[in-house]
């Protein structure tokens, strides 16, 4: 599956908590993200 992870500016810290919640169902699925999202993210 594709999931496209896109958060607004205030909102990046709580994506990254999100993404380290569900880490092991999203290393299953194809990642997206925009721009700084991303790199937020890859960190």
Not at 21 to 32: C, D, F, P, S
Request: proline share 0%.
């Amino acid at each position: 599956m594709n999931i496209g992870l896109i958060a607004h500016d205030s909102k990046k810290k709580l994506m990254q908590n999100f993404c380290i919640a569900y880490r092991g169902i999203l290393n299953k699925h194809e990642l997206y993200a925009t721009g700084t999202t991303g790199r937020s993210l890859k960190r």
